[in-house]
């Protein structure tokens, strides 16, 4: 043992006491005393001990004031800590990194507990943060205790001119929104599939007629709790709906439960005002007082050329037309983002007829399964697989990538068409191509380094391609 490495477990005041193995804490953003001493731990392992940096192992992720710091205690004792950042990007891209994992060098013994522990609130902190990307570069012999964990490895690569691996641990975040709400879907409707045609369409022809019909439940917890709001959305979901089409809206009609005369009050107000904003007179319905709160919507619309959601092939460009404007809706921060109870009916309308003036070879409003479950439905329809460039998605300033990627946008239409088609005319929405459609199945992330991650290995719903209209 060298003089400096003594010099330096003194400073670290000798080993922690016994029972570090069983009463771990870990703590975000510790004091500066406790800073002090995980970079501590940091120059007895990374500089003392192994030799791969000379004098001190900071960087710019030290000074950089998204960095944040985890440190393991033990009956009042720091006795390890990792550091994670985001990969520095304007917009961000939901690529984190974590690095600097150390353990007291007296807890030999107790490194994969301390390890373990802090490796997992890492884990848990990235995707708080909103990570779909997690990286880490380790050594060689760490390599085993990062796979035992979820890791798995990518790479290879050199730190200081020493070995290393690159490993990254998945996330399931877009998969995880697909099998909450539309991986059941063949289970449950797959006998009422036709035999060919319109599977996987926002909304149906009506046979002998060029009436496009599209019908939508609003989630009754919507209902009770953000009536005016439940009501707005009944009817901007079923405009999105024939929009996706090609069709132009002719009327709805409405069914709504509601626990008091009060309640429906409130939920017919937003009602009114979408209809008046999304063009769809309300031509009829129902309504029931003294009952759980319910809202579902069916909306009818005209266009002698409906677009299929499933008209894609592989080498097809993909385009996101969105409209960026808004906000966070109260309540529903990273989950709805709305965007159209501040535009105009004209605007609105503008951004309603995009696909019908673009006759994309196929079309899919965003809505609960997010851009990239909607993007697989997309794909699973045309009997593609897809990429989606995340560097090259149009989104808001004020919206993570991650919540943008599975949050209900508001007005956004995924479209495929020939490569070198104009972007169409979107009024105050924004278009830009931002993936293709590839031979295959699922969804892959394409990140600004080239890496790619798989989001969705196969298909998202199970009703399968469609077939001939």
Known sequence: MTQGTIDLLARLGGPPPPGARTDLVIE????????????????????????????????????DAATIVLVARSAGAVVGGVRLSPERSSPELAWW????????????????????????????????????????????????????LGWERTGETAVAGVPHVTMRRPIDRIATLVEATKAPLAGLVGSLRPEAGWVGDDGVPIPGSDVVAATDAITPAMVERDPEWAGWCGLLVCANDLAAMGAAGIGALDALSAPSAAH??????????????????????????????????????????PVPGGGGRPGDEILLTADLEGGWRPGYTGAQWDSTSGRTREEIAAMLGTVAAAGPAAAKDVSMAGIGGTLGMLAEA????????????????????????????????????????????????????????????????????????????????????????
Not at 40 to 63: I, K, S, Y
Not at 284 to 299: D, E, K, M, R, Y
Not at 409 to 429: C, H, N, V
């Open 97 to 148: 990194r974590g690095s600097r994992l150390v353990c007291h060098p007296a807890l030999r013994a107790e490194r994969t507990t301390v390890g373990r522990a802090l490796v997992g609130a890492a884990c848990a902190l990235a995707e708080a943060e909103g990570a779909l990307r997690f990286d880490a570069t380790v050594q060689p012999a760490r390599e085993r205790f990062f796979r035992a």
């Open 382 to 469: 045309s009997g593609c697989g897809a990429v989606l460039r995340v560097a090259d998605v149009p989104r808001p300033p004020a919206a993570r990538l991650a919540d943008w990627l599975t949050c209900f946008p508001g007005f956004a239409m995924l479209t495929a068409q020939r490569p070198g088609s104009p972007a169409p005319a979107a009024g105050p929405a924004r278009s830009a191509v931002c993936g293709h459609l590839t031979a295959g199945s699922g969804v892959t992330l394409v990140w600004p380094d080239g890496e790619r991650t798989r989001v969705l290995d196969g298909p998202v719903t199970g009703l399968g391609r469609a077939g001939t209209p």
């Open 264 to 305: 429906a009050h409130r939920v017919l107000s937003g009602v009114r005002k979408g209809s008046q904003a999304f063009g769809l007179p309300i031509l009829g319905g129902h309504t029931q007082i003294g009952a759980p709160a319910s809202l579902a919507v069916t909306a009818l619309g005209r266009t002698a050329t």
């Open 28 to 63: 975000r953003n510790p004091c500066a005393a406790d800073l002090r001493t995980y970079r501590l731990l940091r120059r007895l392992a990374f500089v003392d001990e192994q030799g791969l940096f000379d004098g001190n192992d900071l960087d710019e992720r030290d000074h």
